[in-house]
């Protein structure tokens, strides 16, 4: 294949709002077009760029729902109204996915420029809501293929019985995968609090030197993981600083060619990263609560891999990492699938990650890939690997970028499958599990004043020939009960299940 049909990231852009009147925020339109126009201005062109521009993709944000977003903001920036203009799914991989998309339609001759955008303004709208603010965002667009997606979400986040027992939210589900991850690693609870610790101070130091991080505020370890009114723990063991930060107002956006479209507009080499391999997957065990193993992240290693081998280069060969990292259990899985000390010198964020430069709903990857592309052209021999993660660790996208060419072409590879080796089919939870069990995984949740109040239990049911049925159960609300849980290894506690004839759900009852 031609070196002209080379994926090339040529123009980026970020953007942080911190406005406390909600009224002088942007509306979304204005806030997208705008760091639309900074990439496009980035790559050297300007706003002509946009008359080129044939594919344009839009995250769509949370609590704005006009009749076709993603076409008022082409509308506004000029973007040829021949182009391929669509909203994506939801999910924190969306960015890379997208990237990963965009490059194979340019390789394969049938895109030559695209702009994808995305990010949030939810500190705005939730500031307008408390004040009782009405906020006049457009709300019209070109209704023409509004309902046509990019990626459309293909099944729900939450299964039947994860809304009975009510683990729906993050804040209650990677908690389940820390604790199961802990105890595979063999640490103790103090332990484990501490490389907690370690590893994200690191991340709040890039936050800190991070000027559109939300929080760039460096914290040491122990502030991280040492609970205080202002840290309240939330979902055991994460304190609220280890939880990623949603509510806020950013955006990004990123300009991708072919290499023959860069030059045709006189776009520097200089602003040229390309593009040199992706590869995206999900959990057969697509539930977090089916999952055949809580320590193992399969579709996470085979996206990973999968970019690696496209690359063609191994992951000694990374120089920097931005793993996504709505939850420490993100990072440290990332490390565990692709056998990284968790304390390797390489960083693992180039933004500060989630929870200190912020997590803008599906659009966190929109302020990573811009920020990993700004570095690759500082230091232009390095490799850079970008990754995303939809819902509950069940989507995943990885890239690897450069800005040196790659050696060896662009041709897609074929290799091995490699989570052969892990379980992957779902271990379904049984609607009405009864008996003897013992804890795969769990965690403690805490109300607004920090203290505990209900546990989350995923386990195994024993005996009778039941060849260890999985079962889902919430605990009894029992102050000293979930006060054990918290002070001693939960993982492996044996208990009896019972059912609950009047809710549905099932109640685990450790010995």
Same mark, same amino acid.
């Given at each position: ?81 021949? &182009?391929?203009?669509?909203?994506? !799914? ?44 009405? #906020? ?12 046509? @997606? ?25 908690? #389940?995968?820390?604790? &199961? ?80 479209? &860069? ?56 120089? #920097? ?36 430069? !912020? !997590? ?87 109300? @607004? ?32 009960? #979930? ?29």
């Amino acid at each position: 294949m031609s070196s002209d049909r080379a994926p090339v990231l040529v123009g980026v852009a970020q953007y942080v709002g911190r406005e406390i009147d909600p009224t002088a925020a942007p509306d979304p339109v204005t806030m997208l077009a705008d760091v639309a126009t900074r990439a496009a201005y980035d790559s050297g062109v300007g706003q002509t760029l946009f008359a080129h521009v044939d594919t344009y993709l839009q995250i769509p944000l949370a609590y704005w729902t006009p009749v076709n977003g993603a076409a008022l903001v082409a509308e506004r920036v000029g973007i040829n109204g021949r &182009a391929r203009v669509q909203h994506t !799914g939801g999910g924190g991989e969306m960015g890379v996915l997208a990237a990963n998309h965009l490059a194979d339609e340019i390789l394969a001759g049938r895109t030559e420029a695209a702009l994808m955008t995305g990010g949030q303004i939810w500190k705005t709208y939730e500031r307008a809501k408390a004040a009782g603010v009405e #906020l006049d965002w457009p709300s019209g667009g070109d209704p023409t293929g509004a309902d046509e @997606r990019f990626a459309p979400i293909a099944k729900p986040m939450v299964s039947e019985i994860e809304e009975r027992h009510q683990l729906t939210r993050p804040i209650q589900a990677y908690p #389940l995968f820390e604790n &199961a991850l802990r105890t595979a690693q063999g640490m103790t609870l103090a332990e484990h609090a501490q490389r907690l610790g370690e590893m994200m101070t690191e991340f709040t130091a890039v936050a800190a030197a991070n000027p559109y991080a939300w929080f760039p505020t460096e914290r040491s370890a122990e502030e991280l993981i040492t609970p205080t009114p202002q840290n309240r723990m939330i979902g055991f063991p994460y304190t609220k600083y280890l939880n990623a930060v949603l509510n806020t107002d950013q955006a990004g956006a990123y300009v991708m060619t072919s290499v023959a479209k &860069a030059q045709e507009l006189g776009i520097p080499e200089d602003r040229w990263v390309y593009w040199w391999g992706g590869h995206n997957a999900a959990e057969e065990a697509w539930f977090a609560s089916t999952r055949p193993n809580f320590a193992e992240c399969p579709s996470m290693k085979d996206s990973s891999i999968g970019a690696l081998d496209q690359a063609g280069v191994g992951v000694d060969d990374i120089a #920097l990492f931005d793993f996504y990292s709505c939850f420490p259990i993100a990072v440290r899985m990332a490390c565990t699938m692709l056998s990284i000390d968790e304390l390797d010198p390489r960083p693992f964020t180039v933004t500060g990650g989630l929870p200190y430069a !912020g !997590g803008p709903g599906s659009a966190y990857n929109m302020n990573s890939i811009p920020a990993m592309v700004e570095q690759l052209r500082e230091d232009d021999r390095s490799i850079g690997m970008v990754t995303g993660n939809g819902f509950f660790m069940t989507k995943h996208a990885a890239a690897v970028l450069s800005a040196r060419p790659k050696e060896g072409g662009w041709e897609r590879t074929d290799g091995p499958p490699p989570s052969a080796s892990m379980e992957t089919a779902p271990a379904n939870p049984d609607d009405s599990a009864s008996g003897p069990g013992r804890i795969e995984a769990y965690t403690v949740m805490h109300d @607004r004043d920090g203290q505990p109040s209900l546990g989350y239990v995923c386990g195994r049911l024993d005996g009778n020939g039941s060849e260890s049925r999985r079962f889902l159960a919430n605990t009894p609300e029992d102050p000293d009960l #979930l006060h054990d849980l918290l002070a001693s290894e939960g993982v492996g506690r044996t208990g009896h299940v019972r059912n609950d004839n009047d809710t549905g759900c099932c109640i685990f009852t450790p010995a």
